[in-house]
């Protein structure tokens, strides 16, 4: 039921309602890997973390020496910021982002958002007074629930080369 809160100013009554939106919450057993807590929560573990990217990637890591969940990268103050689910960097300064993707876009969208993602951590990692052969290397990973593009395929990879 909507509570409804009254203020009277001195020329009129205003009456303002403010509905409260019931959300059912879940049970940590109802929680899934989709679930953003349960999620940055697992990618905050370093041990499970590397396991997890290990497993997706199919490479060997070692130790990772910074994770750091919700990081926020925004340039200018107009510009468009973007939210990291998870931020990693290894011993090696090979550099992960690895996002969970609920929300389904379009494959334009889609390859846009990814190409945005990029540009943004590269500007972040490559410092004034540096060659562009010392970007770092980058993995960027979204797990998807549901297919991106038409294909039957379950993992894409992309790589830049010239």
């Known amino acids: 039921m909507p509570k409804a809160i009254k203020k009277e100013t001195e020329n009129q009554k205003l009456s303002v309602t403010i509905t409260e939106k019931t959300r059912k919450r879940k049970t940590l057993e109802e929680l899934t890997i989709q679930d953003d807590y349960l999620f940055k929560r697992i990618m905050s573990e370093k041990d499970i973390c590397i396991k997890f990217v290990q497993i997706i990637l199919g490479i060997d890591i070692k130790d990772i020496v910074y994770i750091k969940t919700e990081e926020v990268l925004k340039e200018l103050y107009d510009s468009k910021g973007i939210r990291l ?33 990029e540009a943004m951590i590269d500007s972040y990692l490559l410092k004034v007074g540096h060659d562009y052969k010392d970007l770092n290397k980058l993995f960027i990973v979204f797990i998807c629930p549901f297919r991106i593009f038409k294909s039957e395929r379950t993992i894409y990879t992309f790589k830049n080369f010239c």
């Open 85 to 117: 689910d998870a931020y990693l960097k290894d011993e090696d300064g090979i550099v992960y982002n690895i996002e969970m993707q609920v929300t389904s876009l379009e494959e334009e969208e889609f390859a846009k958002r990814f190409r945005y993602y």
